[in-house]
């Protein structure tokens, strides 16, 4: 494949923050990608290159711009792009650093997702096979549509209140993405009225996420607004949770500090028992800080004797843990290095892939591949800085991930990726 022109610009996210799109043209047409950001980064992701001078509060990308037009663009534009992995490798050479901080990571991912959307183009297939064919030289992986995972309560990070868990994700139980996408609307557009009534208009208002982003303080509150909701509609039964609790954010000097208290991770170890005894949590998010290895093994060994031995716990009492999923993001950040630090200390059965947090599609696929192998849930997720574009879409598909999480079933940018979705799901019905 001969790339005729690479060109990149400065656009806006869906924060209102610059970000990158490029433009990649090949004899099949044009082919473009743009780059998410996030607001609760982990200190070990590749690096995001912003200008940092007091345009645009310093987060301007025209560097990264720069990189792709002056630095990426000469060695590869009207040469013979063989393949993803050959591209990928040109542009790591021409970083040359660990941390992706010569180009920046946002540079590097943007061409990298447009070459893949421009080498499935030259295949004349569509983006989520050519991405399983990928991942297949790997592992065989049949195309299946993943679990969506809706963000329906924004705290942390993401909204201007006073919860401490970032992200309350309902998870419906259907058989099918569209089933899905329709529970998880009608719980949402339910949780509108019920915070309206009980608490007030300004209840409403949203998060980076398009979640509501009501004044409430515990996860209790917010889950129990939920379940409201749901079984106003009925579909109780057919809602699981999973939390991103985002734990690095609030971990100060070695404690959790939280709405609730201030925790040591035993404490806030035992806090999570209490919270899924009490509710369907099917899954956790970084429930302790990214270091926090400790933590981190503790709740997954308190897991692993109750999935050995096949039986009950004794704690916590009633419900069934040992499906719980303990989720990296932070922690393992789709870093080969930190996802197999993470096995070797057994400090979580699951992980989230970012592509943006390590800048190519390749090394993406390497660690999907690493997770899999160790038989980890993977979830396949947007940032809470988006674009209009649905490439995790199609990753999401072509590697058979578990779960996808792209926000509320609501605003345009996270909407794109729901939609994206539904289209595969009829295309692979045909
Ligand atoms: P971020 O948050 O995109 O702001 O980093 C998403 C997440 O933590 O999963
Ligand atoms: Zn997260």
Redesign the pocket.
């Known amino acids: 494949m001969k790339i005729l022109s690479l060109k990149a610009r400065e656009i806006l996210d869906s924060r209102g923050n610059p970000t990158i799109e490029v433009e990649l043209e090949t004899h099949k047409g044009k082919f473009i990608a743009g780059v ?1 950001s ?4 982990g200190k070990h992701e590749a690096l995001e290159l912003r200008d940092g001078e007091s345009r645009r509060n310093g987060l301007g990308v025209l560097k990264a711009v720069k990189n792709i037009e002056e630095i990426i663009a000469p060695e590869i534009i009207n040469q013979d792009v063989i393949s993803q992995n050959s591209l990928d490798q040109l542009i790591l050479d021409l970083d040359g650093t660990e941390k992706k901080s010569k180009l920046g990571a946002n540079a590097m991912v943007a061409v990298s997702m447009a070459a893949c959307r421009a080498l499935a183009a030259e295949k004349d297939v569509p983006l989520y096979q050519y991405i399983n064919e990928l991942f297949n030289q790997k592992r065989e992986q049949p195309l299946a549509l993943p679990r969506p995972c809706f963000n329906v309560i924004n705290g942390g ?2 909204a201007g209140n006073d919860l401490d868990v ?2 309350f994700m309902v998870v419906p139980q259907a058989d099918t993405f569209a089933e899905n996408l329709e529970i998880g609307a009608e719980v949402y557009q339910e949780l509108k009225s019920v915070l309206k009534n009980k608490i007030g208009p300004s209840a409403i208002n949203v998060g ?1 996420e398009g979640g509501f982003a009501p004044a409430l303080k515990y996860p209790e509150e917010a889950m129990d607004f939920i379940l409201e909701a749901s079984k106003n509609k009925g579909l109780q039964e057919k809602i699981k949770f999973i939390l ?1 609790v ?1 734990a690095s954010q609030f971990f100060e000097n070695g404690k959790y500090k939280t709405q609730m208290g201030i925790f040591t991770g035993v404490g806030l170890a035992n806090y999570y028992f209490d919270l899924i005894s009490k509710y369907p949590i099917i899954g956790i ?2 429930p302790f800080a990214e270091d926090d290895f400790d933590s981190w093994s503790l709740l997954i060994s308190r897991l692993l004797p109750i999935r050995q031995a096949g039986k009950t716990p004794a704690y916590p009492a009633g419900r069934q843990v040992s499906k719980l999923a303990v989720v990296g ?2 922690l393992t950040v789709t870093n080969q290095q930190r996802i197999k630090l993470s096995k070797e200390k057994e400090a979580c059965n699951g992980m ?1 892939l970012k592509i943006n947090q390590i800048g190519t599609i390749t090394e993406a696929l390497e660690s999907a591949s690493l997770a899999k192998g160790y038989e980890w849930k993977i979830i396949v ?5 988006e674009t209009g574009d649905d490439f995790i879409s199609d990753l999401a598909v072509g590697i058979g991930a578990e779960f996808i ?1 792209s926000g509320a079933p609501a605003r345009g940018e996270r909407a794109a990726k729901y939609n994206r979705l539904l289209k595969i799901e009829s295309e692979l019905k045909q």
């Open positions: 998410p996030g607001a609760s980064t990070a993401h970032q992200e980076d991103d985002a998010e970084d993001d932070d989230i997720s947007h940032r809470s800085g999480k």
